[in-house]
């Protein structure tokens, strides 16, 4: 199977913006197109932070619909980019395997959390709930029900159970355009919108991934002092 390359295109033209502010990356995506129950599926996916950190979530996470993107063989414009580490093959088998950890997590935390809600009754009952559990609590809550939305994001792309089999029928290497701030507190997904995305701002919040693209940046920055002839030890 031959991988083609393409690049997504900006919503709008290329937005002016301060250097000096923000850096735009390439990031690589994989456009799979594929067979579940002779049902074909079409979507782009995570080809690099997810293998790279070994985070499942994040392949649901990335999942994007091309259908209202506008693609180009050539490459648009210039900036840093991203090598793919995933094949299509490694994304589908692990999203597969990751709706089996969903049913295993979910049946644990709906324990969990009917524990806690019994915990929370008495200890109301009892004028006795202390703030910590209600904390808790919340927490669980609201993983419990991030775990339902990735389930549910899977059902559309297909895996509703987790041992379907999956024929690829294209696969082709994509690179999506980033533009991220450099104090790393905004991520804009110009191939859809000019405003900062969410989920992938809230996604630079962790530790390691902010690792990851501060040590990104610094190449950007490094490779645009080399431009002016500055030389690093």
């Not at 202390?130 to 669980?140: H, N, W």
């Not at 559309?156 to 507190?185: A, T």
Request: hydrophobic share 35%; glycine share 2%; net charge positive.
């Amino acid at each position: 199977m031959k991988n083609l390359v393409r690049y997504v295109l900006p919503k709008e033209p290329l937005p002016e913006y301060d250097p000096r502010e923000y850096s735009i990356i390439w990031y690589p995506l994989k456009l799979l197109e594929y067979n579940i129950k002779r049902k074909k599926y079409k979507y782009l996916f995570d080809a690099y932070l997810a293998k790279k950190t070994s985070k499942k979530d994040i392949y649901v996470l990335m999942i994007r619909n091309p259908h209202h993107m506008r693609f180009s063989e050539e490459k648009p414009f210039e900036a840093i980019t991203i090598n793919h580490l995933a094949t299509g093959e490694e994304i589908l088998t692990s999203l597969l395997g990751f709706r089996h950890e969903i049913d295993r997590m979910e049946e644990n935390l709906y324990e969990d959390l009917i524990s806690d809600q019994t915990k929370l009754a008495i200890g109301s009952s009892i004028l006795f709930t202390s703030p910590q559990m209600l904390r808790e609590y919340d927490i669980k809550s609201l993983y419990y029900s991030s775990l339902l939305i990735a389930k549910e994001i899977l059902r559309k792309i297909g895996i509703k159970r987790g041992d379907e089999r999956i024929k690829i029928l294209k696969e082709e290497n994509v690179y999506y355009p980033l533009l991220i701030s450099n104090d790393l507190e905004e991520v804009i997904e110009i191939a859809l919108t000019d405003q900062p995305s969410k989920s992938l701002t809230e996604l630079l919040k962790i530790k390691e991934i902010r690792s990851i693209f501060e040590e990104i940046l610094i190449n950007i920055y490094r490779k645009c002092e080399a431009r002016r002839g500055l030389r690093f030890a």
